[in-house]
């Protein structure tokens, strides 16, 4: 990898607050900021959380109307699918 593409990942890097750099004479320290890097780990995994909800919500309407335009015959057969896909 050549320097400045690495100079470009750790510019990247620096917008996201992921990581800090200090200049110490010719040379420039890179940091990373953990509580940041934390934060951000927490914050994708609420979003892989929900998307997983959003997955079985969408299987779940997929085996309540398996054909396009179809409605089941009784709702509380669709409610009852809806939460066992849910997981709830």
């Not at 593409?5 to 917008?15: C, D, S, T």
Request: without cysteine; glycine residues 4%; aromatic residues 2%.
């Amino acid at each position: 990898m050549s320097l400045a593409a690495v100079q470009k990942h750790v510019a990247v890097l620096e917008r996201a607050r992921l990581v800090t750099k200090r200049r110490r004479g010719r040379e420039q320290l890179v940091r990373t900021d953990v509580a940041t890097v934390q934060e951000a780990h927490r914050q994708l995994e609420t979003l892989e959380e929900a998307d997983l909800v959003v997955s079985r919500r969408a299987r779940a309407g997929e085996a309540a109307f398996p054909q396009p335009g179809a409605r089941p015959a009784d709702p509380r057969q669709v409610d009852h699918q809806v939460h066992r896909a849910a997981g709830l």
